[in-house]
């Protein structure tokens, strides 16, 4: 597909089929989307843990409202350790969470294309997800990614398509 078309065509889909599990072979590529995304100096900082246990489910819906019944759930942390400092001094920039988005990014568009739906969250409970999910004190977690097939009804909101027009967002100089 064109890239501008699968840009087009990718949604947030928050209703998801908790019954019909995500392929591992398609969450091994998702995954493999975000190693492949470029990062700041190329540090690489983001961290992932894909739940898709039924107890790793459970523990996650306590963590978020935002679980739309997804059966796989991409929980997205950067590693701390390699953000020093967490801010750029010249540009006030942060990159290692600009770097985090780029990750979102990739993952969700490869979904697409794989049929798979994602929403891009960041409403939870961060104390929660850490504790629950063992993530060690040198990651935050930034992110979680629900992963998951239409439940019957989902689909796209009835404001997907509408956008500015690029006159409103894009100016030459």
């Known amino acids: 597909m064109d890239f501008i078309d ?19 072979e398609k969450l091994e590529k998702i995954a493999e989307a975000a190693r492949i995304s470029p990062s700041a100096c190329n540090l690489q900082r983001h961290r992932l843990k894909i739940v898709t246990s039924k107890e790793g489910i459970e523990k996650l819906r306590g963590c ?11 929980i997205i942390s950067l590693e701390k350790d390699t953000c020093s400092p967490p801010m750029d001094e010249k540009s006030g ?21 794989l049929g798979v739906g994602t929403t891009i969250v960041g409403m939870f409970d961060k104390k929660k997800l850490t504790e629950e999910f063992n993530i060690p004190a040198s990651c935050e977690p930034v992110l979680i990614m629900p992963a998951g097939y ?17 006159d409103k967002t894009t100016e030459w100089v």
């Open 64 to 74: 978020t409202n935002c679980h739309f019944n997804a059966p796989a759930v991409f």
């Open 6 to 24: 699968l840009a087009k065509e990718r949604y947030s889909l928050r209703s998801m089929d908790e019954n019909h599990p995500v392929e591992k």
């Open 93 to 113: 920039m942060y990159f290692g969470l600009i770097d985090i988005g780029i990750v979102a990014a990739h993952m969700s568009l490869e979904a697409a294309e």
């Open 150 to 166: 239409p439940a019957d009804g989902g689909g796209p909101c009835v404001l997907h398509k509408s956008r500015l027009s690029i």
